[in-house]
C-alpha cells in the first residue's frame, strides 16, 4: 500500500510537470518569456534613472551615481519632523531663495541654487503640500510660508481635507459618516513623522513602472496559460486523453496544478527580480518611513509604511493574477478555445483603464480586478464601501473579494473540464 501511494505520487507529478514542459516548450511561449525578460530588464533601467541629482555646478545625473549623492545629503536630516526641524527647512529655503544663483534668470545659475536644496527637497514639497490645497499643488507656496507657521504643518494636513470635503461640489459626495471616517483616518496618523532618504522604496512604488510591469506579467501569464485546457481539443487529442485511467481525475488535477505553478513562479520571479535590482541600486533604507513622507501618497488614508505599501501591492498584485489567469482557464476548459481564452486577461486589464475614465461607470470600475495591480497608485483613491455596517476603503475590500473569488472559481475548473463530453 505505501509503495502504490508512492508510485501515485510520483506519476502525478510526472504528469505535473509534463503540462508545465508543454506550456514552456511552445515557441510562442518561449517568445513571451523573451519578452517579458526584456521588459523586466527595461523596467528596471528607467526605474532606477529616474533618480537625479544635480551637482554644485548645476549639472545633472542620474541612476547609481545619483542615489548615492542623494543618499548622503538626504541622510543629513534624517529623523523626526517636528517643529524646529520644520522651522529650519522654511530657513533654509528662504536663504537660498536669497542667493544670486536663485535669482539668476539663468537656467544653469538657478539649478546651482535648485542643488542646494535636494538635501531637504522631500520636507520642501511636504511643507507645499501640506499648505496647498488639498487638490490644488503650488511648488513655490514654502516660499510664503513664516517660520511661526510651521506648527500648524500636521494640522494643516487635517484641515485640508476638512476643507476640500466641505466644497459644495464635494459636498454630496460623501455621507456625514463617510467625512468623518475620512477624517479619523487622517487623524490617527502617527506624528511628528519620522523621515529618512527613501528614493529607492519611492522609485518603486510611487512610480508607474510595477504596476505596469505588473499587467504585462498578467498578460503574458494569461497568454501561457490559456491553451492548457485547449490544447488536446486543438490537437485533436481529447478522446485520448478523458479515455485514459486518470483522464478525468488527476490528470485535471495536473493541469490545474500547472496552471497555479506558472502564474505563482513567473509573478513573484519578475517582481522580486525588479525589485531586488531596484533597491539594491537605490538603497532599502526608508522601509520604515510612512508613504506620506512621499510626494505621491501625502494624502493618503492608509496609514502604513513603504515596507508594508510593497507587501500590499504585491500580494495583491498575486492576487489579481490568480484570479485572471484562473479565469482565462476556466474559459478555455469551458469553450476549448485558447484564443478566446487569451481575450480574458486583455479584457480585465486593458479596458478598464480606459472605461473608468467615463463619468457613468467611474464607480464600477474601482471594483474590477485591474485595480489589484494599481494598489500602489490607489492609496490616495477615496472609493469608499459599506460593509457589514463598517467603512472601507477600496483596498480593504478588494484583496478579500478576489481570494475568495479565486478560490471559488479554481475548484470549478475540475468539474468543467472533468465533465466535458467527447463528440
Not at 546651482?112 to 488639498?134: T, V
Not at 506579467?217 to 490559456?226: P, Q
Not at 525588479?274 to 533597491?279: D, E, N, P, Q, T
Given at each position: 500500500?505505501?509503495?502504490y501511494?508512492?508510485l501515485?505520487?510520483?506519476?502525478?507529478?510526472?504528469?505535473?510537470?509534463?503540462?508545465?514542459?508543454?506550456?514552456?516548450?511552445?515557441?510562442?511561449?518561449?517568445?513571451?518569456?523573451?519578452?517579458?525578460?526584456?521588459?523586466?530588464?527595461?523596467?528596471?533601467?528607467?526605474?532606477?534613472?529616474?533618480?537625479?541629482?544635480?551637482?554644485?555646478?548645476?549639472?545633472?545625473?542620474?541612476?547609481?551615481?545619483?542615489?548615492?549623492?542623494?543618499?548622503?545629503?538626504?541622510?543629513?536630516?534624517?529623523?523626526?519632523?517636528?517643529?524646529?526641524?520644520?522651522?529650519?527647512?522654511?530657513?533654509?529655503?528662504?536663504?537660498?531663495?536669497?542667493?544670486?544663483?536663485?535669482?539668476?534668470?539663468?537656467?544653469?545659475e538657478?539649478?546651482?541654487?535648485?542643488?542646494?536644496?535636494?538635501?531637504?527637497?522631500?520636507?520642501?514639497?511636504?511643507?507645499?503640500?501640506?499648505?496647498?490645497?488639498?487638490d490644488n499643488?503650488?511648488?513655490?507656496?514654502?516660499?510664503?510660508?513664516?517660520?511661526?507657521?510651521?506648527?500648524?504643518?500636521y494640522?494643516?494636513?487635517?484641515?485640508?481635507?476638512?476643507?476640500?470635503?466641505?466644497?459644495?461640489?464635494?459636498?454630496?459626495?460623501?455621507?456625514?459618516?463617510?467625512?468623518?471616517?475620512?477624517?479619523?483616518?487622517?487623524?490617527?496618523?502617527?506624528?511628528?513623522?519620522?523621515?529618512?532618504?527613501?528614493?529607492?522604496?519611492?522609485?518603486?512604488?510611487?512610480?508607474?513602472?510595477?504596476?505596469?510591469?505588473?499587467?504585462i506579467?498578467?498578460?503574458?501569464?494569461?497568454?501561457?496559460?490559456?491553451g492548457?485546457?485547449?490544447?488536446?481539443?486543438?490537437?485533436?487529442?481529447?478522446?485520448?486523453?478523458?479515455?485514459?485511467?486518470?483522464?478525468?481525475?488527476?490528470?485535471?488535477?495536473?493541469?490545474?496544478?500547472?496552471?497555479?505553478?506558472?502564474?505563482?513562479?513567473?509573478?513573484?520571479?519578475?517582481?522580486?527580480?525588479?525589485?531586488?535590482?531596484?533597491?539594491?541600486?537605490?538603497?532599502?533604507s526608508?522601509?520604515?518611513?510612512?508613504?506620506?513622507?512621499?510626494?505621491?501618497?501625502?494624502?493618503?488614508?492608509?496609514?502604513?509604511?513603504?515596507?508594508?505599501?510593497?507587501?500590499?501591492?504585491?500580494?495583491?498584485?498575486?492576487?489579481?493574477?490568480?484570479?485572471?489567469?484562473?479565469?482565462?482557464?476556466?474559459?478555455?476548459?469551458?469553450?476549448?478555445?485558447?484564443?478566446?481564452?487569451?481575450?480574458?486577461?486583455?479584457?480585465?486589464?486593458?479596458?478598464?483603464?480606459?472605461?473608468?475614465?467615463?463619468?457613468?461607470?467611474?464607480?464600477?470600475?474601482?471594483?474590477?480586478?485591474?485595480?489589484?495591480?494599481?494598489?500602489?497608485?490607489?492609496?490616495?483613491?477615496?472609493?469608499?464601501?459599506?460593509?457589514?455596517?463598517?467603512?472601507?476603503?477600496?483596498?480593504?475590500?478588494?484583496?478579500?473579494?478576489?481570494?475568495?473569488l479565486?478560490?471559488?472559481?479554481?475548484?470549478?475548473?475540475?468539474?468543467?473540464?472533468?465533465?466535458t463530453?467527447?463528440?
Open positions: 500500500m505505501y509503495f501511494i508512492i501515485v505520487r510520483r506519476q502525478v507529478l510526472m504528469m505535473l510537470l509534463f503540462e508545465i514542459k508543454k506550456v514552456l516548450s511552445k515557441p510562442l511561449n518561449k517568445a513571451a518569456l523573451l519578452i517579458l525578460t526584456a521588459v523586466l530588464v527595461i523596467g528596471s533601467v528607467l526605474a532606477i534613472r529616474d533618480v537625479r541629482y544635480v551637482d554644485k555646478d548645476g549639472n545633472l545625473s542620474t541612476g547609481i551615481l545619483a542615489a548615492r549623492h542623494l543618499q548622503d545629503e538626504k541622510s543629513q536630516w534624517e529623523g523626526y519632523l517636528t517643529e524646529d526641524v520644520l522651522r529650519e527647512v522654511i530657513q533654509e529655503n528662504a536663504a537660498i531663495n536669497a542667493l544670486p544663483e536663485a535669482k539668476s534668470e539663468d537656467i544653469q538657478n539649478n546651482k541654487a535648485a542643488a542646494m536644496k535636494q538635501g531637504f527637497s522631500d520636507i520642501r514639497e511636504m511643507i507645499n503640500l501640506a499648505f496647498s490645497e488639498f499643488f503650488d511648488y513655490y507656496r514654502i516660499d510664503s510660508i513664516s517660520e511661526e507657521e510651521a506648527e500648524n504643518f494640522e494643516q494636513r487635517i484641515m485640508g481635507l476638512r476643507n476640500y470635503l466641505n466644497r459644495d461640489e464635494i459636498a454630496d459626495m460623501f455621507s456625514k459618516d463617510e467625512k468623518e471616517w475620512l477624517i479619523h483616518k487622517y487623524e490617527s496618523l502617527d506624528t511628528p513623522l519620522y523621515y529618512e532618504y527613501a528614493d529607492g522604496w519611492k522609485a518603486l512604488l510611487d512610480s508607474q513602472y510595477l504596476p505596469t510591469l505588473m499587467m506579467t498578467v498578460l503574458i501569464i494569461g497568454f501561457m496559460v490559456a492548457i485546457f485547449s490544447d488536446e481539443f486543438t490537437w485533436k487529442a481529447d478522446s485520448i486523453f478523458f479515455s485514459t485511467r486518470w483522464g478525468r481525475g488527476k490528470a485535471v488535477l495536473s493541469k490545474m496544478g500547472a496552471g497555479f505553478l506558472i502564474t505563482t513562479i513567473l509573478y513573484w520571479s519578475v517582481v522580486l527580480l525588479f525589485s531586488g535590482i531596484v533597491l539594491a541600486v537605490l538603497g532599502f526608508g522601509s520604515g518611513c510612512a508613504v506620506q513622507t512621499g510626494v505621491s501618497n501625502w494624502n493618503s488614508i492608509y496609514n502604513i509604511t513603504y515596507l508594508q505599501d510593497y507587501v500590499l501591492s504585491t500580494f495583491g498584485g498575486y492576487i489579481g493574477s490568480l484570479f485572471i489567469a484562473t479565469l482565462a482557464m476556466l474559459v478555455s476548459a469551458k469553450t476549448h478555445s485558447t484564443v478566446f481564452a487569451i481575450t480574458i486577461p486583455f479584457i480585465l486589464t486593458c479596458i478598464p483603464p480606459f472605461v473608468g475614465k467615463l463619468e457613468a461607470f467611474a464607480r464600477v470600475m474601482t471594483l474590477f480586478p485591474d485595480q489589484l495591480l494599481f494598489i500602489n497608485k490607489n492609496l490616495e483613491d477615496f472609493a469608499l464601501y459599506h460593509i457589514g455596517g463598517r467603512i472601507l476603503g477600496g483596498i480593504s475590500v478588494m484583496i478579500p473579494l478576489y481570494l475568495i479565486f478560490c471559488l472559481i479554481f475548484p470549478i475548473i475540475f468539474r468543467v473540464y472533468g465533465k463530453q467527447m463528440k
